[in-house]
């Protein structure tokens, strides 16, 4: 089954991972370089590097993808609705884990 992401939650993390470069991190990336490099020479590299990614992510195409609405079946005595839509299951017609009407997902969490 394939999962969705929303792009933005990917570049959150990516520019998180930017602000915690640390100088001490800039000191051993700069000390396993080659010579000639400086710790400003480090940081940009990571730094373009982020923003590589971050572009990347920004030009990939998007799926057709729609948040499924979370549900539950109220309970009464003669039948079961929907909280979403009030769908009303009727007298002989048994829940499902999905709603006929609106498919609002009716399975539990946990």
């Known amino acids: 089954m394939d999962e969705y992401v929303k792009k933005e939650e990917i570049i959150k993390l990516i520019r998180e991972d930017k602000v915690e470069i640390t100088p001490n991190l800039l000191t051993i990336a700069m000390l396993a370089a080659p010579n000639g490099y400086s710790v400003e020479d480090c940081y940009k590299a990571i730094n373009d590097t982020?923003?590589?990614?971050?572009?990347?992510?920004?030009?990939?195409?998007?799926?057709?993808?729609?948040?499924?609405?979370?549900?539950?079946?109220?309970?009464?005595?003669?039948?079961?609705?929907?909280?979403?839509?009030?769908?009303?299951?009727?007298?002989?017609?048994?829940?499902?884990?999905?709603?006929?009407?609106?498919?609002?997902?009716?399975?539990?969490?946990?």
Do not use: Q
């Not at 998007?62 to 109220?74: H, L, N, T, Y």
């Not at 009407?101 to 539990?108: H, L, Q, V």
């Open 50 to 110: 982020c923003d590589r990614h971050i572009k990347k992510i920004r030009n990939l195409p998007a799926a057709d993808v729609v948040e499924r609405k979370k549900g539950k079946w109220i309970h009464f005595s003669r039948s079961d609705e929907c909280s979403v839509c009030g769908y009303d299951t009727g007298k002989y017609e048994a829940p499902t884990w999905f709603c006929p009407k609106c498919g609002a997902d009716m399975r539990e969490e946990g």
